[in-house]
């Protein structure tokens, strides 16, 4: 026996809604990661900055490699950590 229609319609603007939502909360994950993989290339962009401006060579070299691991590490986790998020949502 089908639904009689106004319980169809009522399904219907339910899931819409719904959907809307879900595209809503995924857009706003996905303009997050982005902006935290900008503060993480900016924070290893200001510690690789201060190994450029040091005097000294050795501190300058460590301040420099520690700002190229500091930044991509922080992106790289910032993305499994979006990627395992949406998995978890059921994204795909």
């Given at each position: 026996m089908p639904l009689p229609q106004e319980i169809r319609e009522e399904l219907e603007r339910k899931r819409a809604d719904e959907h809307e939502q879900a595209e809503r909360d995924a857009l706003w994950h996905n303009v997050r990661t982005a902006l935290m993989c900008l503060c993480w290339t900016a924070v290893g962009a200001a510690i690789m900055?201060?190994?450029?401006?040091?005097?000294?060579?050795?501190?300058?070299?460590?301040?420099?490699?520690?700002?190229?691991?500091?930044?991509?590490?922080?992106?790289?986790?910032?993305?499994?950590?979006?990627?395992?998020?949406?998995?978890?949502?059921?994204?795909?």
């Amino acid at each position: 026996m089908p639904l009689p229609q106004e319980i169809r319609e009522e399904l219907e603007r339910k899931r819409a809604d719904e959907h809307e939502q879900a595209e809503r909360d995924a857009l706003w994950h996905n303009v997050r990661t982005a902006l935290m993989c900008l503060c993480w290339t900016a924070v290893g962009a200001a510690i690789m900055g201060y190994g450029l401006h040091t005097n000294d060579p050795d501190i300058g070299q460590a301040a420099f490699k520690g700002g190229m691991v500091a930044g991509y590490s922080g992106i790289l986790f910032t993305l499994i950590r979006w990627h395992l998020k949406r998995k978890d949502r059921g994204d795909s």
